[in-house]
């Protein structure tokens, strides 16, 4: 037995010791924006908060995260509210095909709880684990640097004059 609290819901659940985390939370508690990439920790797409630090779900034992707070993408948004990080995937079409999406957004929260203001560097750096075979990464880090503007409540971030001749 465990006791978990995922997206703010405490759930006590009976588990066998080899359940991986990933599958506690598709399987069990049918929270599916968790995915399952490439079952090897390379693709980012099973990456969750658990006690506020981003971690890849599908080669962590269920069993260790007794005691934890988790936070998968069905748990950003509050009230109704999207979360600015899923407004500001929206908003850049960082979207793509949206399997790797949910990772890629739980990594970005977690890069801005501890840089409020990161440079594009840091945020293709912090999202360096996470893959997405659709296409580039352009878009998504312009909804990482304009999710962190929101966030800090500043004013929404001018173009750049590269970004303003596309």
Do not use: W
Not at 48 to 74: P, W
Not at 122 to 135: D, V, W
Request: aromatic share 2%; hydrophobic share 40%.
């Amino acid at each position: 037995m465990i006791t978990v609290t995922v997206n703010r819901t405490e759930h006590e659940i009976e588990i066998e010791p080899s359940l991986l985390l990933v599958e506690l939370l598709r399987e069990t508690l049918r929270l599916t924006g968790t995915h399952v990439g490439c079952d090897t920790s390379q693709c980012g797409a099973c990456t969750v908060l658990i006690d506020g630090n981003a971690v890849k779900s599908c080669t962590m034992l269920a069993v260790q995260a007794d005691g934890a707070e988790i936070l998968t993408v069905e748990g950003l948004a509050k009230d109704g509210e999207l979360h600015p990080i899923q407004r500001a995937f929206s908003a850049e079409h960082a979207l793509q095909c949206g399997f790797c999406t949910p990772g890629l957004m739980i990594t970005a929260v977690d890069l801005l709880s501890r840089t409020p203001a990161p440079t594009d560097a840091q945020i293709r750096h912090a999202i360096k684990g996470n893959l997405c075979r659709c296409t580039g990464y352009h878009n998504i880090v312009n909804a990482v640097r304009s999710a962190a503007t929101e966030m800090r409540g500043a004013a929404m971030p001018m173009k750049t004059p590269a970004e303003v001749k596309r």
